[in-house]
């Protein structure tokens, strides 16, 4: 078989289970509502606090990626002291961008290495970055999260 089979979105169900299997904290909000954070890997940390932004994990964190996206010069200013791989650079919460989680780091990745041949060049990782980050509000609204 030539190239590989489309993605597709499969069908889920939501337990019925309330509260959920693993739930570490449940939060009861105004007009009936109710928030669960379960936790079946126990990897998850939630933290409270009166002011987040004066809280020393929230201010170690580096821009968020839909509000404020990296320059292209300043791409190049940050991996020119890098060694690290690309994959694990986006991944950090502290260095370049916050809120890239693993698909998007390797959706970059994807899209550099189809158009670039496994070049990486800044120019080519910066519109890939940007291209990708750019299409999260609109998976957000296909999916209704």
Known sequence: MIGSPIPTFMDFKISA???PRFTKILLFLEGG???AFADPRRL???RFSADPALSTHISKLAPDALNELISADDLADALSTITAPIKAVLLDQDRLVSGVGNWIADEVRRLVRRKYR???CL???H???VGVIGFVPAIR???KI
Request: glycine fraction near 4%; proline fraction near 5%.
């Open 17 to 19: 289970e309330w509260p």
């Open 123 to 125: 120019n080519c990782l």
């Open 118 to 120: 496994n070049k990486y």
């Open 141 to 143: 609204l296909a999916l």
């Open 44 to 46: 998850g940390r939630i």
């Open 33 to 35: 509502i109710e928030v």
């Open 127 to 129: 519109d890939s970055t």
